[in-house]
T-cell receptor, first 112, second 114 residues
């Protein structure tokens, strides 16, 4: 079964550093998402992306965050200057026209 | 406003007991989708079921069953004859038209004791 692949599975970074989380969505999917889950809390929507532009973003997704689909296969989430509170599990997801995603297995980001 | 409420924070049962996880949602949209996901200790989100707002048929899949009632805005999940491997956090989620972003509930941690 096709999978959404996220790399790395775990990343440790120093506060203030830039970090890029990478995702390879399923090849025929058109809609892409990033979600965040702070440890022990619920999963929260960050951003949706379609046709090479952001279609919706949450209040969490401030100027420190950006997304990009640089080469037609990868979908990246960049955090420009990480803060301690950015420590979380980040999930990428993709879908076709029908609602219902395939989630990646997540990247655990630890900011120290 | 759209909202998903999972009032049960944590449930503990003994193996082979049946357990029901509650989910109540709020939306003004007439077209929406409801989902259940399982999050085992390894952290990934495992898809269990999707239901659209026009299909109120209950569904059974092995030991799992789902009861969707629009009249009470509920989409409850029952595990029959629970097993230790069912121990996980279970999330209910709502998606409405537009970008179909998910609104997740806060999750219910299920502990199945041997």
């Amino acid at each position: 079964e096709p999978e959404v692949t996220q790399t790395p599975s775990h990343q440790v970074t120093q506060m203030g550093q830039e970090v890029i989380l990478r995702c390879v969505p399923i090849s025929n999917h058109l809609y892409f998402y990033w979600y965040r889950q702070i440890l022990g809390q619920k999963v929260e929507f960050l951003v949706s992306f379609y046709n090479n532009e952001i279609s919706e973003k949450s209040e969490i997704f401030d100027d420190q965050f950006s997304v990009e689909r640089p080469d037609g296969s990868n979908f990246t989430l960049k955090i420009r200057s990480t803060k301690l509170e950015d420590s979380a599990m980040y999930f990428c997801a993709s879908r076709t026209d029908t609602p219902g995603y395939t989630f990646g297995s997540g990247t655990r980001l630890t900011v120290v | 406003a759209q909202k998903v409420t999972q009032a049960q924070t944590e449930i503990s049962v003994v193996e082979k007991e049946d357990v029901t996880l509650d989910c109540v949602y709020e939306t003004r949209d007439t077209t929406y989708y409801l989902f259940w996901y399982k999050q085992p200790p390894s952290g990934e989100l495992v898809f269990l079921i999707r239901r659209n707002s026009f299909d109120e048929q209950n569904e059974i899949s092995g030991r799992y069953s789902w009861n969707f009632q629009k009249s009470t805005s509920s989409f409850n999940f029952t595990i029959t004859a629970s097993q230790v491997v069912d121990s996980a956090v279970y999330f209910c989620a709502l998606a409405t038209s537009g970008t179909y972003k998910y609104i997740f509930g806060t999750g219910t941690r299920l502990k199945v004791l041997a």
